[in-house]
């Protein structure tokens, strides 16, 4: 991780080219945050589907309260989604955009997580269901599609650097890992949605760096810098 000094040695028109450049990166990877949010709403609703398609019994309207819970979270994420998009918008320095996105990241990781719950509650419903490999597939193909997305963003910010041939290669980098470690991390959060019989079929994308363990085992879980109870989280194996 850079300084706060990064901007320090560069000319604003070339601050400007450097923030122009990340805003792109930076919105994508809130978009991906937010759009997991929806992978993992998708992933529990077609359980519940499943189970009003086969319980016949009178009180099957009842699936319905989880399911307003869960639209109130979507909610709070969409909010959170909104005002970091507004505060990526304004960003006048590097240190603007690690703010914003170190505020969104520890909202989304407690929202995803109740999601997640939520996920599982469903998922436990109907756990012999035929569904389940169907929804985990499904979950597989969103998580790798919001990967690639916001790989190929940085791929073009990259590309633009290189054709314009501006400074501030290596900080660009650094933001960029910054951001793809933040992105794992979201992405386990979302992964916990399948984690009810001890495995998941989403693996992480070739070179990507885990957010949340190392060749030591795993690590205690983090929110700006501080170990968060571990109640609710992933198990070791799936984190």
């Known amino acids: 991780m850079n300084t706060p000094n990064d901007n320090l040695h560069q000319t604003p028109e070339e601050n400007n080219s450097l923030l122009d450049n990340l805003r792109e990166p930076f919105q994508a990877w809130v978009t991906a945050g937010s759009r997991l949010g929806d992978v993992v709403s998708d992933f529990a609703g077609r359980f519940r589907e499943d189970r009003e398609q086969s319980d016949l019994t009178p009180g099957a309207h009842a699936i319905h309260t989880p399911v307003e819970e869960e639209d109130s979270t979507l909610g709070r994420l969409k909010a959170a989604t909104q005002e970091a998009r507004t505060g990526l918008s304004g960003a006048s320095s590097t240190d603007d955009y ?80 910054d951001l793809r470690e933040r992105l794992e ?41 501080e170990v968060v109870d571990t109640d609710d989280r992933p198990s070791d194996k799936d984190v």
């Not at 989304?108 to 035929?130: F, G, N, P, Q, Y």
């Not at 690639?148 to 501030?168: H, I, L, N, P, Y």
């Not at 994308?205 to 190392?214: D, I, K, Q």
């Not at 795993?218 to 929110?223: A, D, F, G, T, Y």
Request: hydrophobic share 40%; aromatic share 2%; net charge negative.
């Open 98 to 177: 690690r703010n914003v996105s170190a505020t969104f990241a520890s909202r989304a990781e407690d929202i995803l997580r109740d999601l997640a719950a939520s996920a599982r509650r469903a998922a436990a419903e109907t756990k012999d269901s035929t569904a389940a490999e169907e929804a985990k597939s499904a979950l597989n193909t969103a998580v790798g599609s919001v990967r690639s997305t916001f790989d190929e963003t940085v791929s073009q910010a990259k590309a633009r650097r290189a054709a314009g041939a501006t400074s501030g290669a290596d900080n660009e980098d650094s933001l960029f890992d």
């Open 185 to 225: 991390v979201l992405i386990n959060r979302a992964r916990a949605a399948a984690d009810r019989d001890g495995a998941t079929d989403v693996t992480p994308a070739p070179g990507a760096t885990p957010g949340a363990t190392t060749t030591d085992g795993p690590v205690p879980h983090m929110i700006d810098g």
